[in-house]
């Protein structure tokens, strides 16, 4: 296994996480992170590594989105966190990276939309619903966070600063989508994401939901849109709707064409893994630290260009090659994520994961029951 398999399967990187902070002022209960309660923080020479690295990785054609995510960026503070920025600032102007940051919000002030709005960040906004769906999400003394959450999110209209929405669907979630829905809906956002709860990092439960479940689950998620004619798009059935399109006009190449997106995250310390940014801070006596190298002494670009060597790449390409050979949903799915192998099977070679059943199959079918019953109907 060399470079050109690895060339196979990852097309050029897209997304570059980057860790501003360990510390994070909640404290979820179904969170990954295993330092979250700890106060690393990213220093400006590190950014102004992964900025000369995104300078190599990027063009005006082709800016790679540089997303800020903790942790809870903005537990840094507003002064450090612009002094991080200040290194991409070149590029950003030159059109060759987009900024983006994760955040639960909470901390949303009109100083922070002031940022958002000069540096031109996209903002995706963690929250699980009405406040009873969004009941996990606490902060260290385990006390509500949703009214706070949406505190941050009304500043956010406050200053005009569009802004997206991701809820992790539990198994009280699942079986209420529309009340799920309309709550995020009624937030303003332009864009819904739908996480179904995954077992990775130091969350180690298992959700207990079900294939059915979840087939059910999607198909009143798009009972749901059907009835509206205006409103957020619902990021896996816009996922769909495109993959289709391309399939129905000849196009289904164009879907793989631009391969995986390898997403290498930078830890606080310049530590870089690959393949999911789960991975960062995690050790495995087999594996090591899933270090790809650390780009104050490495570019990105080097990295990838070796990432062929790496034991848990080889693998996780492995089982790709055994996804395009054994699933009948591989032509959307594209294959499980690495994380999802790895926490949950203890091995990236594995096939089929969860987050495939209940994310990517249970879709699929969902559509095909729909769609069916409305035609014998």
């Known amino acids: 296994m060399d470079g050109l398999e690895f060339d196979r399967w990852f097309g050029r990187t897209r997304t570059l996480v980057l860790q501003p902070t360990t510390l994070c002022n909640l404290d979820c209960v179904y969170c990954y992170l295993p330092h979250r309660r700890l106060s690393k923080e990213m220093s400006p020479k590190v950014a102004q590594a992964v900025a000369d690295s995104a300078a190599e990785l990027s063009d005006p054609n082709h800016p790679v989105e540089v997303v800020w995510h903790g ?27 987009q900024h983006c940051v994760q955040t639960n919000a909470t901390l949303i002030n009109d100083e922070w939309c002031d940022l958002l709005v000069h540096h031109q960040i996209r903002v995706g906004v963690s929250i ?29 209209r406050d200053h005009d600063i569009r802004f997206s929405v991701i809820a992790v669907v539990g198994a009280e979630g699942i079986e209420q989508p529309e009340s799920l829905l309309d709550a995020l809906a009624g937030l303003g956002p332009h864009t819904i994401g739908l996480n179904v709860e995954e077992m990775e990092g130091v969350n180690d439960r298992r959700c207990g939901i079900t294939q059915d479940q979840a087939e059910q689950f999607w198909k009143r998620t798009m009972d749901w849109r059907r009835t509206r004619k205006t409103g957020p798009a619902i990021r896996e059935l816009d996922r769909l709707a495109d993959y289709l399109y391309l399939a129905r006009s ?6 793989c064409r631009h391969g995986l997106d390898p997403i290498p ?9 690959l393949l999911s940014p789960e991975l ?13 190298g650390n780009v104050c002494s490495q ?13 848990y790449v080889r693998e996780f390409m492995t089982g790709l090659r055994r996804c395009e050979a054994e699933c009948e949903f591989w032509n959307f ?43 014998t109907a």
């Open 71 to 97: 942790g809870e960026p903005m537990a840094l503070g507003l002064r450090k966190f612009r002094a991080l920025l200040a290194p991409f600032e070149r590029l950003r102007n030159a059109g060759q990276v």
């Open 128 to 156: 699980d619903g009405p406040a009873a769906l969004n009941a996990q999400r606490i902060d260290l003394r385990g006390r509500p966070a949703f009214d706070r959450i949406v505190r941050g999110i009304d500043r956010l």
């Open 250 to 255: 000849g196009q289904r190449d164009e879907w």
């Open 265 to 273: 995250t930078v830890s606080v310390d310049g530590d870089v893994v």
């Open 280 to 292: 960062a801070g995690i050790g495995d006596d087999a594996y090591g630290s899933f270090l790809a």
């Open 299 to 311: 570019s990105i670009a080097n990295m990838l260009a070796h990432a062929y060597r790496l034991r």
């Open 333 to 375: 799915c594209r294959g499980a994520q690495a994380c999802n192998r790895y926490f949950e099977n203890g091995s990236f070679a594995t096939t089929e994961t969860d987050y495939c059943r209940l994310t990517r199959q249970a879709l699929i079918t969902a559509l095909y029951t729909s769609t069916r019953k409305e035609i």
